[in-house]
């Protein structure tokens, strides 16, 4: 598995997920020895994650850089979830699963996309070893889904530099924000840098998630158009490739079966431009921008 993923296995991998995936069994509060049912006909008893002989620890810190940009505002720092809405991955069987990165692979490279997650930019490599990078989080965990012990301090966020941050500022972000109106005292409302810098890669992903009331200018509206040629449209519950579910403004759900391109569909989300800024933000990018922010007191 170094060196490239072998298709076949992967095949046989996927397969083997989308059967299990159907039934999406309940998480089970097993300990070690719990004696669950392995997949692939090996016998596993305990998990998987804790079995694996662990990464070379360059490729774990690889991959824990990578993540931080990349996953961190949807998944969380410590992959329980995010603000963006992201799942838990240390629940998920799937990556209970993954050897080297081979289911998550095509995650990443956007099977997932109509449910949220958007394809992201990333060699192979760096996919893997952010692979890693989450077994080493479950290998830690002491339960399953718990998270991973830690004693390290939170590492300090604000190595950035302001002055490059107000360039980056201007020119990416200037079209929606300003520092004089909207973000005015970002820095005091977010409390910590580390909150403020989650709060602005995943821009605050306010759909009525987490605390307080939802952030109306942050809501993705959908508008769905029959083949009769009726229009609805209404704030967006939920879509997946069948079935698209929206809040009229009356307060009425309506949900409608979709079959390809029929009825059409148009999704109109706010953070979109958040979800694609992720894409391209490097690490010395999201650093500056956060010492910038941090400013805006
Ligand atoms: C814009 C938000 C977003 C970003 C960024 C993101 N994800 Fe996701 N991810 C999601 C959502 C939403 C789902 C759930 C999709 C679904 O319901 O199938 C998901 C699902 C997953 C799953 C499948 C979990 C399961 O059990 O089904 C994995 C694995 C995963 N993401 C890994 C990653 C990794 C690794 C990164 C960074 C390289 C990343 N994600 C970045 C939003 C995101
Ligand atoms: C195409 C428009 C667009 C661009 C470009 C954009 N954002 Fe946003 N941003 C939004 C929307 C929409 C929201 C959610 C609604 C709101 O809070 O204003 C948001 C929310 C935020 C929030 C949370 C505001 C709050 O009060 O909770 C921050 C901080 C933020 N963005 C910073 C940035 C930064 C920094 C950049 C550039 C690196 C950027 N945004 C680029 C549209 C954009």
Request: net charge neutral; charged share 20%; proline share 8%.
């Amino acid at each position: 598995m170094k060196n490239g993923f072998a298709a076949a296995a992967l095949a046989a991998l996927t397969v083997a997920f989308a059967h299990t995936a159907a039934q999406e069994p309940p998480q089970p509060p097993a300990g070690p020895g719990a004696g669950r049912q392995g997949r692939g006909g090996r016998g596993i008893g305990v998990f998987p994650a804790q079995q694996r002989p662990p990464a070379d620890p360059a490729v774990i810190d690889r991959g824990k850089t990578i993540y931080g940009i990349n996953c961190t505002p949807c998944h969380g720092a410590d992959a329980r979830g995010g603000q963006l809405g992201g799942p838990n991955l240390l629940r998920s069987q799937l990556v209970l699963s993954d050897q080297g990165g081979e289911l998550i692979l095509p995650i990443v490279r956007g099977s997932r996309a109509v449910k949220g997650m958007p394809p992201l930019n990333l060699s192979d490599d760096d996919v893997k070893a952010v692979a890693e990078f989450i077994h080493s989080l479950t290998a830690a965990g002491r339960t399953q889904g718990a998270p991973p012990p830690s004693d390290a301090p939170e590492p300090d966020i604000l190595v950035g530099d302001a002055t490059a941050g107000q360039a980056y500022f201007a020119a990416k972000c200037g079209a929606c924000h300003s520092a004089a109106g909207d973000l005015q005292g970002i820095a005091t409302k977010a409390g910590s840098p580390k909150a403020l810098q989650n709060l602005w890669v995943s821009g605050g992903g306010g759909r009525g998630r987490g605390f307080g009331a939802p952030n109306e200018a942050a809501v993705a509206t959908v508008s769905v158009i029959q083949p009769s040629g009726e229009k609805v449209e209404g704030r967006l519950l939920r879509i997946d490739d069948f079935v698209v579910t929206l809040v009229e403004a009356d307060g009425s759900v309506r949900s409608f079966r979709r079959d390809g391109d029929v009825p059409a569909v148009d999704v109109h989300d706010p953070l979109d431009a958040h979800r694609t800024l992720l894409t391209v933000l490097t690490d010395k990018d999201m650093h500056d921008v956060t010492a910038y922010l941090v400013t805006l007191k």
